[in-house]
T-cell receptor, first 113, second 111 residues
Framework: DGGITQSPKYLFRKEGQNVTLSCEQN?????MYWYRQDPGQGLRLIYY???????QKGDIAEGYSVSREKKESFPLTVTSAQKNPTAFYLC????????????FGSGTRLTVV | GQNIDQPTEMTATEGAIVQINCTYQ??????LFWYQQHAGEAPTFLSY??LDGLEEKGRFSSFLSRSKGYSYLLLKELQMKDSASYLC????????????WGLGTSLAVNP
């Protein structure tokens, strides 16, 4: 079955360390997105990519970096420059040819101690 | 600017009907989505409206009025498992595939 996979589901890191969150999709979707969700808040866009080897900053890109070397993969690195990295991170993908908006991964809950 | 408004919280009783409203102001419009999100899980797609009117899908229906910048999600025969957050999102016109998200409405269904 096609889908979008995020790993790991839970991640713990020490303050000052960089950490990379994985996102892989086999839906043949062109566009991929990274969102952050904090308790009681909506989805905030970190980075998005509409095509391989190209990506744009979202609303809260500071302290994060991404790459899009393959259509299937869009990893997110949370760097030590991110002031409040503890959050729930969601990866999503979509394709204009189907009107169902986004398909989401199951999310990664990052805790920095 | 871009803005999507939804009530923060709602409470309803099992078996009843509840309507969750969403108003939007965006730069162009190319469709409105409703998603359901249970605590700690990813959002799941519920409905998509691009033309005015009501779209019915089982116990869930969604309505759109583009002239009023308004949508609602109607949930019938409420079940306990419907307790979740409901997110309204708008797709703007143009080639940009980004969605603009509301903050979500937390629905509590009581027995």
């Amino acid at each position: 079955d096609g889908g979008i996979t995020q790993s790991p589901k839970y991640l713990f890191r020490k303050e000052g360390q960089n950490v990379t969150l994985s996102c892989e999709q086999n839906l043949n979707h062109d566009a991929m997105y990274w969102y952050r969700q904090d308790p009681g808040q909506g989805l905030r866009l970190i980075y998005y990519s509409q095509i391989v080897n190209d990506f744009q900053k979202g609303d809260i890109a500071e302290g994060y970096s991404v790459s899009r070397e393959k259509k299937e993969s869009f990893p997110l690195t949370v760097t030590s420059a991110q002031k409040n990295p503890t959050a729930f991170y969601l990866c999503a993908s979509n394709n204009d040819r189907v009107n169902y908006g986004y398909t989401f991964g199951s999310g990664t809950r990052l805790t920095v101690v | 600017g871009q803005n999507i408004d939804q009530p923060t919280e709602m409470t309803a009783t099992e078996g009843a009907i509840v309507q969750i409203n969403c108003t939007y102001q965006t730069s162009g419009f190319n469709g409105l989505f409703w998603y359901q999100q249970h605590a700690g899980e990813a959002p799941t797609f519920l409905s998509y409206n691009v033309l005015d009117g009501l779209e019915e899908k089982g116990r869930f229906s969604s309505f759109l009025s583009r002239s009023k910048g308004y949508s609602y999600l109607l949930l019938k025969e409420l079940q306990m498992k419907d307790s979740a957050s409901y997110l309204c999102a708008v797709k703007e016109a143009g080639n940009n595939r980004k969605l603009i998200w509301g903050l979500g409405t937390s629905l509590a269904v009581n027995p």
